[in-house]
Each structure stands twice: as structure tokens, then as C-alpha cells.
């Protein structure tokens, strides 16, 4: 039987390449995404690979919604793996543009619906035997220079050091969470943006991170890593480790 794999914001970019990667590799795989749609044309993608699929909308910042995942995947015998994808910036405007209820919901879709969802799994996997979490984080949260969103760079920091604070977990769990903070990734929105920039402004910028090669350090980290390590990634195949001591 697959070992099952929950994947927020799973419908599209790179939560459905991650969706994909995990199911070539043998996981069944639950597709999670607020577009309904979305989850369910990525599950349709997996049947192809003949594991275990199941696709549902959900908005990961309802507590009824991550109710629903769980018991989803449990309905398949898992969950032993959690990817926390799903995030996103602030529609339209920014902080201190942005209304408190705009940029608290950015915050919660980012930082406090992956802690949710990761607690909610704990009990689930240490019944299995164990199991991982990963969070996606970004390198917006990584630094100290002025940012283009303050709450998604906020949000995208806690869940950088909720991961690193949390490596005990694998002791009294079974289970290791970890994280990886990738720099601009060469998906389909990236790469139009990336056109529209001049030579010059190129020249500035790190070059775009494959997909795969995201995909690649999350399914190495599903497989070995130690609660707790937090990988950045940035262009040209450059990266950091940060493992627990």
C-alpha cells in the first residue's frame, strides 16, 4: 500500500509539481486547493501513475477545511507526509495598505494554517509509525532589506523558525518537519515577468530556480532529512543547509 501525501495549494504552480513529483515516486497523493477545479484536473494528472488520489477544494485558513484533508487522507490509510504549500501575497495591496483583516488573512494562509494543519497530522503519524512535513517558505523571509509585502515576508520568517523550533518533534512523534525557502522559481507567472524585465535588470537578478529543482529537495527531504533543517535555495543550483545541531 502508498504511503499518502497531503498537498496544500495543490491545484497549480508549485504545489501541483510537487503533487506530481511525490506521485511519481510512488506516494498517493491528496490534491488541496482553495480552486476546486484546479485539485481536481492535478488528480486527474496523478491517475496516470496509478497511486491512490483524492482532490478537494479547501481553503487551508478554515479549521473545517483542514479537518476535511486529514480525515481525507486518513481515508487512505495515511497521512505520512504534509507538504505545506499553499501561501501567497496579499491581493491588490500591501501593509499598511491593506486593510488588518487583508493582511491578517495573508499571514494566517501563510504562517498559522501550516502550524494548524501540521498539529492536526501530528497524532495521524505518530499512529502510523512516524512521518514529514515540509513547509514551503521563501526567501522573502530570509534577510533584513525592505520587502515588497511585509506580512508575507513576516509570515514566511515564523514558519522558517517555527520549522527550526520544532525539530523535536521527530524524539516525540516520530515525526521530522522541515522546510525550504527558494528564491524566485521559474514557473509560468515568473517567467512572463521575467521577460518583461530589461537586459539590465536580468543581469541584476538571480536566475529563475527550475521547478524540478524544488521539487527534487523536497522529495530528499520527505525521504532522509532531519526534523528541524531548512534549506534556501537560489538560482544557478545554489544552496544552504541549516541542519540542527
Given amino acids: 500500500m502508498a504511503d499518502i501525501a497531503i498537498v496544500t495549494g495543490g491545484g497549480a504552480g508549485l504545489g501541483r509539481e510537487i503533487a506530481l513529483g511525490l506521485a511519481r515516486a510512488g506516494y498517493g497523493v491528496v490534491v488541496a486547493d482553495v480552486d476546486e477545479h484546479a485539485a481536481r484536473a492535478c488528480a486527474t494528472l496523478i491517475e496516470a501513475y496509478g497511486t491512490p488520489v483524492r482532490a478537494l477544494g479547501a481553503d487551508v485558513r478554515e ?12 481515508d487512505l490509510g495515511g497521512p505520512h507526509v504534509l507538504v505545506n504549500n499553499a501561501g501567497g501575497w496579499t491581493p491588490r495591496r500591501q501593509y499598511p495598505e491593506a486593510t488588518a483583516p487583508e493582511w491578517t488573512s495573508t499571514v494566517e494562509l501563510n504562517l498559522v494554517a501550516p502550524m494548524r494543519l501540521s498539529q492536526l497530522v501530528l497524532d495521524p503519524m505518530r499512529a502510523l509509525g512516524g512521518g514529514a512535513v515540509v513547509n514551503v517558505a521563501s526567501s522573502g523571509g530570509i534577510g533584513f532589506e525592505p520587502y515588497g509585502s511585509p506580512e508575507y515576508g513576516a509570515a514566511k520568517a515564523g514558519l522558517i523558525r517555527f520549522t527550526s523550533t520544532v525539530a523535536g518533534l521527530a524524539g516525540t512523534h516520530g515525526v521530522r518537519m522541515m522546510c525550504v525557502a527558494p528564491d524566485w522559481i521559474g514557473l509560468d507567472r515568473a517567467r512572463v515577468q521575467w521577460e518583461r524585465m530589461s537586459a539590465a535588470e536580468r543581469a541584476a537578478s538571480p536566475p529563475l530556480i527550475p521547478p524540478a529543482e524544488v521539487v527534487a529537495v523536497v522529495l530528499d527531504l520527505v525521504r532522509q ?5 531548512v534549506v534556501e535555495m537560489r538560482g544557478g543550483g545554489q544552496r544552504s543547509v541549516h541542519a540542527p545541531a
Avoid: E, K
Fill in 63 to 74: 479549521p473545517r477545511d483542514l479537518d476535511r484533508i486529514v480525515a481525507l487522507a486518513r
Fill in 225 to 229: 532529512g532531519a526534523g528541524g533543517t
